[in-house]
């Protein structure tokens, strides 16, 4: 082995990069595969973002600067972002611009169905920006987008919706348009917002949730996702976790906040794996049918095989997972 | 070949460190070994080769950044 792979694997951690948390821990480095192109060649893009940029698809993937795109580029899927690049909310956790947006674009669903049939998604997920300009949040795009991906791509459709400023009947119309999953996050917990989500609430991203389950039905599976390191305590996630069993959530993600630069709240902390894991343990004891818990584990990751769980799990427990009612 | 940084979920116009190399000009590479390790806001990287053969030349040195597509190293692949 060549020496200076020795001196990263000899755990003096010498070399790693500074934060200012110290070096980054080991187990938030990612392994990625460098793109091979014959000199000369044009190729700076993977084969999905050229696609994408072909039919004027965004994505969050590169909006949030996710440290998992090459990941999930390589396995052809991608989170779609519909209503915009620009968030009209200034959420000190995001990386997504804020300001003024554009008016929707009435062909846009049609587009990322069009995205989600060529790269052969049987599950796609849709988010988009905060719009409180929009008189129904953008519900109804979401919609739209909804039956344009079922309906010309015959995949699945996971939606990841902002809060609608707490309208039930913006959540109902989006509920309706057939989404098999109905994801709202509720980011951190209830004493962090001010200070990670101004403008939001944690009562009424609680209240989006239980109106989806109850919209719903037994159909719709609710999810929602927290982010850790932002200085939560153990108790306080473990006390989210049971608000939101009993709105009716039943997909639960956790992962690790990452700073997107100096003018976001810095990551206060770097979760170990093996607290990941015990948060997951309690999670899925707890009830919930699908846990995704890990450093680099974000609301739409895999999501396609957390509805698998979410599915075998219907299987073990005879009943179907969004029932509404919370396990006792 | 070129080997060229892939996405790390930096945006056009916002740029990734080199920030160690962990292969010269002349070393041997096998597949999958990672050769450069790279940082942005969000994480470190460890970008590894898709071939095997030997670093030809290095061309974004430490400390130094580098946008997606851009030519990180020269290599030349192993015959077969």
């Keep these: ?328 | 070949m070129e080997f060229r940084l892939p996405e790390l979920g930096e945006d056009a116009g916002s740029l990734a460190k080199v920030t160690f190399w962990y292969v010269s000009a002349g070393d041997a590479i096998e597949k999958d070994q990672p050769i450069v390790e790279m940082m942005t806001d969000k994480a470190t990287f460890d970008v590894e080769s898709p071939v095997r053969g030997r670093i030809a030349e290095i061309l974004v040195k430490e400390d130094e950044t580098a946008a997606v597509g851009d030519v990180l190293c020269a290599i030349e692949p192993a015959e077969s």
């Design chain 1, 1 to 328: 082995m060549p020496d200076a792979l020795m001196r990263v694997a000899d755990g003096s951690g010498a070399r790693r990069p500074l934060s200012r948390l110290g070096p980054r821990p080991a187990w938030l480095t990612r392994r990625v595969r460098a793109v091979c192109a014959p000199e000369g060649s044009d190729r700076r893009s993977s084969p999905v973002q050229e696609l994408l940029d072909g039919l004027r698809v965004n994505t969050v993937c590169r909006s949030a600067k996710c440290p998992n795109i090459a990941e999930c580029h390589g396995r052809r899927t991608a989170t779609f972002m519909v209503l915009g690049d620009r968030c009209t909310r200034d959420c000190r956790f995001c990386a997504v611009a804020h300001g003024r947006p554009a008016p929707p674009e009435a062909d846009e669903p049609s587009r990322v169905a069009e995205a989600a049939r060529r790269l052969g998604l049987e599950h796609a997920v849709v988010t988009s920006v905060t719009r409180d300009d929009l008189p129904d949040g953008g519900a109804e795009h979401f919609a739209a987008t909804v039956r344009a991906i079922r309906g010309h791509a015959c995949a699945r459709a996971e939606v990841l919706v902002p809060d609608f400023q707490g309208r039930a009947w913006c959540v109902r119309t989006v509920v309706e348009s057939g989404c098999e999953v109905f994801a709202h996050n509720v980011e951190t917990v209830p004493r962090l917002y001010e200070t990670v989500r101004p403008g939001a609430g944690y009562e009424r991203s609680l209240a989006v949730l239980a109106q989806a389950a109850h919209a719903g039905g037994g159909r719709l599976v609710v999810k929602s996702g927290l982010m850790v390191g932002l200085g939560e305590e153990a108790r306080e996630v473990e006390a989210v976790m049971r608000d939101l069993l009993s709105a009716g959530c039943r997909m639960l993600t956790l992962g690790q906040y990452l700073s997107p630069g100096a003018a976001h709240v810095p990551v206060s902390e770097y979760v170990t794996p093996e607290r990941f894991a015990e948060y997951a343990a309690f999670a899925r004891r707890m009830g919930f049918a699908a846990v995704a818990a890990g450093p680099f584990v974000r609301s739409s990751y895999r999501a396609s095989e957390m509805w698998d769980l979410a599915r075998a799990w219907r299987g073990r427990n005879g009943r179907d997972v969004a029932n509404g009612v919370p396990p006792a």
